[in-house]
């Protein structure tokens, strides 16, 4: 008997994990807000980023606020490798980063230790 519940306890750790790396999961996303031909999105810095998926309008300028409430070690940087970005966030304040919007497509973004991940589209 005792076989069985860890066996079954085993099973369902595996299920866990295979759901947890491979599942769909919802991802918060966000319009730029656009005021005075200028565009910006409030980004938290928390377990990860919030939101993960950000749309920006082609041709006008955008900024990224991002603030991080994290302690963790690996979100204290972030790195856009598509616009050559490896940015510090300093913990508790604002660290506003400059997108280049002049090229519609989709621009992936990570922490310093490729564990979480966030993207621009621009369109």
Not at 109 to 120: I, Q, R
């Amino acid at each position: 008997m005792d076989k069985i519940i860890i066996l079954a306890l085993g099973l369902a750790l595996i299920a866990f994990i295979a759901w947890w790396f491979f599942g769909k999961h919802d991802v918060a996303a966000a319009n730029a807000q656009v005021n005075a031909n200028q565009q910006s999105v409030d980004i938290e810095v928390k377990g990860g980023y919030s939101p993960e998926r950000v749309v920006l309008k082609k041709g006008i300028p955008a900024t990224l606020n991002f603030k991080r409430t994290d302690s963790s070690n690996c979100l204290d940087h972030v790195v856009f490798s598509d616009f050559g970005i490896n940015q510090k966030l300093p913990q508790g304040k604002v660290e506003q980063i400059k997108i280049d919007t002049s090229k519609p497509g989709e621009y992936d973004w990570e922490c310093s230790m490729n564990m979480f991940h966030g993207k621009v589209i621009v369109k």
